[in-house]
């Protein structure tokens, strides 16, 4: 049986980080993923969990929530007619393709390597987020034939590397080939529950040791940090989105730049053993 103070502690590191990756998604619609992966990692850490398939349940666990935040996400959109349909479409099978890709090579590394990943995606991300510009322009239209062939499975694979969803890599790349803001995120949406249901599918077949993993882990899901995030984001996701209306979210999406960058510095430092 679980330890009753154990997940008592789990419980309460866990209504945090779901609150903060809630209230960050709403106010600079950053995708939870990119939160919830570097919080699992420091709390299962802190609860005295590690071995060298710690940042697979961190993976796969900010997947599983993907699911649903990302569904609950595009269904919404879609009633706005924002999701566009014909992309989705186009990029979806290459998306899932790398996806199942990403499973089975982040089933293979160490955390370590993982780590290392993440942390050098992180502050690749970190730097768009904070230096990028609306302007930027890679074309005037979602590529086709071979540069899709090529891009869409990437976008999946890396995903799936980092355990978030569409939006960190599909908002920029849409944004780049001249999709309006509003249609970029509400079609990233899509994106994230096509990267998270194979790659949560595949992390459930994970054998991690039982001696290294959290209590209720279910292959590489945890299911007590999956339902608390899930419920908190619900709850703190709409604050966010009144901030975000009540204040000037540029400035705050740089800090948050600068917040992710160090996150990410510090998870390569980690891994690098400095």
Not at 42 to 65: D, E, H, I, K, V
Not at 74 to 89: E, P, T
Not at 125 to 133: K, Q, T
Not at 140 to 148: D, F, I, Q, S, V
């Amino acid at each position: 049986m679980p330890d009753t103070m154990l997940l008592l502690q789990m419980l309460a590191l866990l209504i945090v980080i779901g609150a903060f990756a809630g209230v960050l998604a709403g106010l600079l619609g950053v995708g939870g993923g990119i939160v919830l992966v570097p919080a699992f990692f420091y709390a299962f850490q802190t609860l005295g969990y590690g071995g060298p398939q710690l940042m697979q349940m961190c993976l796969a666990t900010s997947l599983a929530t993907i699911i649903v935040t990302s569904l609950r996400s595009v269904l919404s959109h879609n009633k706005k007619g924002a999701v566009d349909w014909q992309i989705l479409r186009g990029w979806g099978p290459g998306i899932a393709v790398g996806a199942v890709l990403g499973v089975m090579v982040a089933a293979s590394l160490r955390s370590v390597a993982l780590q290392a990943l993440f942390g050098v995606l992180g502050i690749v991300i970190g730097a768009y987020l904070g230096l990028g510009r609306a302007h930027w322009r890679l074309g005037e239209a979602m590529p086709g034939g071979l540069r899709r062939m090529v891009l869409s499975p990437i976008v999946g694979f890396l995903s799936v590397l980092m355990g978030i969803g569409g939006g960190s890599f599909g908002v920029p790349l849409m944004s780049l080939y001249n999709t309006p803001i509003h249609r970029a995120v509400a079609t990233a949406a899509g994106f994230g529950v096509i990267i998270a249901v194979p790659s949560v599918l595949g992390f459930l077949l994970l054998q991690i040791d039982p001696a290294q993993r959290p209590p209720l882990t279910v292959g590489a899901v945890n299911l007590v940090a999956f339902g608390v995030v899930i419920c908190m984001t619900l709850i703190t996701t709409p604050w966010g989105v009144k901030l975000a209306h009540a204040m000037d979210p540029k400035p705050l999406k740089r800090i948050f730049a600068v917040f992710l960058t160090l996150v990410a510095l510090n998870m390569l430092r980690k891994a690098l053993g400095w």
